[in-house]
């Protein structure tokens, strides 16, 4: 029997969130013809580094392990993490991680490693793709982490709750669009691929499931968000537009921001003080922002 592989954990963050039931929200996927689909969605992976969240029994794995130049599976059951680490032991490009997904410091898995960067030469990252059947209760955390580090992904493949991935998808003034549709719209073009029924995964759960890719295309620019401040500034602001979806936009926002300037940047944005954020265009909410950020830079 081959001897276990050693690997480099990358360090985490040591709190953990309690497990809920069932067990880590596991349904295994059980079809290799929806696998093969899956994988095949990411393209043509030989020459890259592949990030799997939650390979669970290895069914994905085990088609990624073939194919990529280097496989990272992020498994958070200890069990399931030994186990894999046992069946791919002979392959060298694979590295078996026990750890949340949630907890993983990106930075330093992919970030520049000490001792190889040259002072003045600004690094890099070669990007990585994603792919994962994510944990149906934690689907929006794990994406808006990904989003947070997009600096270091290419290509997201993932499998979803089918109700999810309609919000992700979702276009302004639909019901579904909402602060995780924006975001997503935001950091990558969103595709909705296909939809698995419960028989493909053991155990079968109570609902559909839908693969969707997003290929990464920041438009901060585009935007003119294209400053650190502005990037982070414009997500908070997201979160309070859609703090309360009943409200109105000015009742979500007159808290945080004083009365006459946020009429006058209403009324520069060309935005009814009565709209509320699921009907505005990513355009029309960071046109809103900057009338925002320029008020309270006069004052």
Known sequence: MPDEKRVNVPKVVSTRRPQLKPKLGQHFLASESYAS??????GDVSQNTVLEIGPGRGILTSLLAKH???????ELDRVLAAQLRLRFAMFPNVEVIEADILSIDFDSLFGPKPGLSR???EFKPTPADVIGNLPYYITSDILLR?????????????????EVADRVAAKPGSRDYGLLSATAQLYARVEKLFTLPPGAFAPPPKVHSTVLR?????????????????????????KLSFGQKRKTLWNNLKSSYPEPALRAALSQARVKPTARAETLTLEESAALFRALRRSHDDS
């Open 37 to 42: 689909q899956i994988v095949d969605a990411l």
């Open 68 to 74: 990529t130049r280097r496989l990272i599976a992020v």
């Open 119 to 121: 002072p003045g030469i």
């Open 146 to 162: 990904l989003f947070d580090y997009s600096k270091y992904f290419e290509t997201i493949v993932i499998l979803v709750q089918r």
């Open 214 to 238: 997003l290929t990464m295309a920041g438009r901060h620019q585009e935007l003119g968000l294209d400053t650190d401040g502005f990037k982070q500034g414009f997500i908070d602001f997201l």
